[in-house]
Every structure is written in structure tokens, then in C-alpha cells.
């Protein structure tokens, strides 16, 4: 790969992740340009920014999913690279395309990886190939209910109708028998084809009990190698909610396998950049499957790089001006214990119904051990037409226990005022007995939430 | 004859059509059974259907298609069937 150096950077994205990106840029010596939608006219990214450009009305589609709009901002404000953060843009093949074939550099693997790993039955293919196993269950390619029928049965109810154009928990229908899948089928194609422009569809074993377990991934083209592992078991609506590094609670000899597997399939692809390779650990079964893969960084990238002592975005980076990786596995250990919270606005009084509004005092924890990661400011005014992730808190301490401790401690130091947050909840899950215990699999949560009262009803 | 107003249970945007490309699920003077879909909320990527308490006539929107909203503001009025 030919170096080139980057030196000034147009950041595709908006709240908490624009800012990381900024600050892995500022401390690389990259200048950055900031765009913003007319929601964001004072977010902190845009203040946070050398440079900044409106690029579009509040709806994401006219603005931060704009690519034509985001290609011209980056040549009139003289960027030779976009990093596109996570969400929007980021796994968009088309983009990362356009972007090179414009004269840019795309922060993020080549356009063909984002392809072949963004349809997810190609992915499961691929995968397979490289001797990975994944869920039993196969791809659907007529839109006759029998094809879909004699999987099922083959693998067994429950089982999951996937979009192969979803990812990220999205497109995705339980069926618990024979009846249900006969009900959900037709609705589950036209849903994938409205949501994602295609009706490719998939017939997966649901596993009941298993913990969400991610591999983080570095690669230059040529060497790659793991960060280790995280935990995202914790989750609502397949959105993760507390995330933790190293996983509590894993066999030693399933870690050193799914490390093995994930470096397995990112050489098999010859990955570029950073990435994530999801895994399902069925917990009854004792065995691990691959789930997805993610081409971008991740939302929960902080607390691989806490205990890990690795800027991942930085890497990012050095990594797409063509720079060789400069760790090998060897130096990758892990140190201690790391766990992030997702402060999000939805209401906790309310059925966590997300709610907006101006943010009129907010106060963060700090001291030793503590990161937050957020876009915020006072004055500001949370938007409805983005995610509702307000910030990232993130601890890091010699131990897991020793982390908890902390996060609570942290947590108790939080308050945001002028819109409802999940503050309290993330509170009472600090110092709740099941996380205590770390034996959480991926259905803990919302059971957690019907039983503590969040829910008052099942909500799909 | 008392008119009933259907007001917004939450903040968000409000869209008339279930695409930009399709009509909109009903317009003033469309008769409307109640649990009727007449409208979409959006917030923070999640969507719910607004859907008329009422069955009736509709008389008027009280907001545009893209409109922001906020909890409690009245979003259509339907005048209900003897």
C-alpha cells in the first residue's frame, strides 16, 4: 500500500462519535471539518472542529445521509479524507466508493469488504468458508412460505426471520412455531424490502440462552489481529445497552477460540481498518456461532481501547494512510476491567418512550478511572431526528468488581436536566444482583425491565 | 356536535403518508373508522402509528406532513358518527 498522509479530515457524522473522531484527529496533528444539519447548528462537534459546514435540513436523509453533499463540503474545505463514524454512511459500500473514486480516502476497509459483509447471507457464505461456524439456519431466496417452513423444521423453533440487508439488530421477526412463521413470512419479505430496499431473507435458530459476545479487529490489508473481546449482552430491542471488556464469565478455552475465529475471518478477507466480528456463545450448548460483522468502529470501541491501552480511532486513521500496523498480537494484553453505559433519551417513569428537549444543566462524573464520551452542551437542543444515545460513560479499574463499584460511584455523580434520561435505571442496574453476578445472557434486560416495572406492557 | 380532537401522545415528527412517495393515509373530508391509521410519529428513529380514537369524519389537519410536534399538540379533528 502506498502511504499517504492525511491532512485534514471531513468527520461525517454528528454527536458523541464526531467528537472522539475530532479528538483522535486533533492528536494526530489532522485538522477537521465538521458538518451539521440545521438540528446541529450548536452541537459540540461543530464548536469542537477547525472548520465546520452546513450540509442540510434536520432529517438525516437531507443531511448526514447526503453523500453528494458531503463529497463537495470535503473538496471546498480542502479534506483529503472522510471518516464516517458509525451509523449513517458508515457501512455504506456506494459511499466509501464514491468517496475514492472522487480523489478522497475513505476511513474505513474498501468498499468491496463493506459489500460482501453487509449482505448478510453473502457474510454467513463467506464465513462458513473460513471455518467459522455459524447459526444453523439458511438463506430463503423464493417468497413461498414452504422453503422457509422445512428449514424451520429441519432446525427447530424457535427460529428468527432475518433481513440479509439488515444488520445492527434491525429486520429481524421471532417465530415460536409452524403457525407463526406461516403468519410472519410475507409480512417479514415486505418489511425487509421497504426497510432496506431488498426481500433477501433468512431462516435462523433462535438461541435462547446466549451471551452477545464481539471480537474487535485491526487490520492494514496484510497482518491482522484481535483486541479482544467484549460482552454486549445487555440489550432492548437488539440496542445495547451496558457493555463490558473482557467478557465476565466465558470458558478460557472458548476465548482463545473465538479470538482465534475472529483473526481467522479478518485475514480470510484480508480486512483493512477497524472492525467488529459478532458472535452468539450459546451458553447451554457450550458453543459459539457467528452472528455479523461490522465494517466501522463501534459504539462500544472505548472499553477495548481502556483495557487494551490502544486508540482504536487513531489506528483508524494511521491505518488509511496506508501506515503498516504497528502493534502485533503479542503486544495486545489486557489490563484490568472495563465497562461503558449508554445514557440515552428515553423516559425511565414513562416505558422509556424517547423524549427530546434542551439540555439546561448537565453534570459529568469524573476522577480517577472514569471516561465520558458525549456531544452535548448546555443549550443545546436534543433533536428527534436522530438516535437517542445522549452519552457514553465509560470505567476502567483493576478488576471487575472493582469496576462496578465504580460505575455506580460514577453514575451517582451524573445528572442531566431539561429532558429525560435512563440515568436511574443504568443506576439501578449498577448495583443489581444478576449483573453483580455477570451470568447475564442476551434475554436479561428486558426481563429485567418487566420485572423492575420500566415496561408496563410488551412492546415489539 | 362536539368535535374530537386527536392530539400527540409524543414529541417527534409528524408525516401524513407512510412514504414520501405514497398519499396520505387519509386527508380532511375522508370518513374514518376508529384505529384507523391516520398518521406517523417520528422520534429518534423509532416510528408509531397515530391512529383516529374515533369513527367519523375528518374535518381538518391541525398540522403539515413533516410538521414537528410536541406532546399534547393537536394533530387532526374528527367530527364523530351519531
Known amino acids: 500500500m502506498k502511504a499517504a498522509r492525511i491532512s485534514k479530515i471531513l468527520v461525517a457524522n454528528r454527536g458523541e462519535i464526531a467528537v472522539r473522531v475530532i479528538r483522535a484527529a486533533k492528536e494526530l496533528g489532522k485538522k477537521t471539518v465538521a458538518i451539521y444539519s440545521d438540528a446541529d447548528r450548536d452541537a459540540l462537534h461543530v464548536k469542537m472542529a477547525d472548520e465546520s459546514v452546513r450540509i442540510g435540513p434536520s432529517p438525516a436523509k437531507d443531511s448526514y445521509l447526503s453523500m453528494g453533499g458531503i463529497i463537495s463540503a470535503a473538496k471546498d474545505f480542502g479534506a483529503d479524507a472522510i471518516h464516517p463514524g458509525y451509523g449513517f454512511l458508515a457501512e455504506s ?14 476511513i474505513g476497509p474498501s468498499a468491496e469488504t463493506i459489500r460482501s459483509m453487509g449482505n448478510k447471507i453473502k457474510a454467513r457464505e463467506i464465513i462458513r468458508a473460513a471455518g467459522v461456524p455459524t447459526v444453523p439456519g439458511s438463506a430463503i431466496s423464493s417468497d413461498s412460505v414452504e422453503d422457509a417452513l422445512d428449514t424451520a423444521d ?39 424490502y421497504s426497510s432496506f430496499g431488498s426481500n433477501e431473507t433468512y431462516v435462523e435458530k433462535y438461541i435462547k440462552n446466549a451471551k452477545h459476545i464481539e471480537v474487535q479487529i485491526l487490520g492494514d490489508g496484510v497482518h491482522q489481529i484481535h483486541l479482544l473481546e467484549r460482552d454486549c449482552s445487555i440489550q432492548r430491542k ?31 478477507i484480508h480486512y483493512s481498518g477497524a472492525g467488529t466480528i459478532e458472535y452468539l456463545f450459546d451458553t447451554d450448548e457450550n458453543r459459539f456461532y457467528f452472528m455479523e460483522m461490522n465494517t466501522r468502529i463501534q459504539v462500544e470501541h472505548g472499553i477495548t ?52 428537549g434542551k439540555i439546561s444543566r448537565m453534570n459529568w462524573p469524573s476522577g480517577p478511572g472514569v471516561r465520558v464520551d458525549h456531544g452535548l452542551s448546555v443549550e443545546y437542543f436534543v433533536p428527534p431526528y436522530y438516535d437517542g444515545l445522549l452519552a457514553k460513560i465509560i470505567v476502567h479499574d483493576a478488576s471487575r468488581i472493582d469496576a462496578l463499584k465504580r460505575m455506580a460511584r460514577a453514575l451517582d455523580e451524573t445528572a442531566i436536566e431539561g429532558l429525560k434520561t435512563n440515568i436511574k435505571l443504568l443506576q439501578a442496574l449498577s448495583i443489581d444482583d444478576g449483573i453483580m453476578a455477570g451470568e447475564f445472557n442476551t434475554n436479561y434486560f428486558e426481563d429485567w425491565l418487566r420485572d423492575n416495572g420500566y415496561l408496563k406492557k410488551v412492546r415489539s | 356536535m362536539s368535535v374530537e380532537i386527536i392530539k400527540s401522545q409524543l414529541p417527534g415528527i409528524f408525516y401524513r403518508k407512510p412514504d414520501p412517495d405514497s398519499e396520505p393515509f387519509k386527508n380532511a373530508g375522508d370518513s374514518v373508522n376508529e384505529g384507523d391509521i391516520v398518521g406517523i410519529i417520528e422520534i429518534m428513529k423509532q416510528y408509531t402509528d397515530v391512529k383516529s380514537t374515533v369513527s367519523g369524519k375528518i374535518t381538518e389537519f391541525h398540522v403539515e406532513d413533516g410538521a414537528s410536534i410536541d406532546v399534547d399538540m393537536p394533530l387532526l379533528s374528527v367530527e364523530p358518527e351519531k
Request: proline share 4%; hydrophobic share 40%.
Open chain 1, 93 to 106: 459500500a456506494e459511499f466509501a466508493d464514491t468517496v475514492q473514486s472522487e480523489g478522497l480516502i475513505f
Open chain 1, 154 to 192: 429441519a432446525i427447530g423453533y424457535p427460529v428468527l426471520i432475518k433481513a440479509a440487508a439488515g444488520g445492527g439488530g434491525r429486520g429481524i421477526r421471532i417465530c415460536n412455531d409452524r403457525q407463526d412463521l406461516q403468519n410472519q413470512w410475507k409480512i417479514a419479505r415486505s418489511e425487509a
Open chain 1, 238 to 268: 437488539r440496542q445495547k445497552v451496558w457493555e463490558e471488556a473482557p467478557a465476565p464469565i466465558l470458558p478460557g478455552d472458548v476465548r482463545a477460540a473465538i479470538h482465534q475465529s475472529a483473526v481467522d475471518i479478518a485475514r480470510n
Open chain 1, 305 to 356: 481501547e481502556e483495557i487494551t491501552g490502544i486508540d482504536i480511532v487513531k489506528e483508524m486513521i494511521k491505518i488509511a494512510e496506508g501506515n503498516e500496523l504497528s502493534i502485533t498480537q503479542q503486544d495486545v494484553a489486557s489490563r484490568g476491567a472495563s465497562i461503558q453505559v449508554r445514557v440515552i433519551a428515553e423516559d425511565p417513569e414513562n416505558n422509556l418512550l424517547p423524549n427530546i
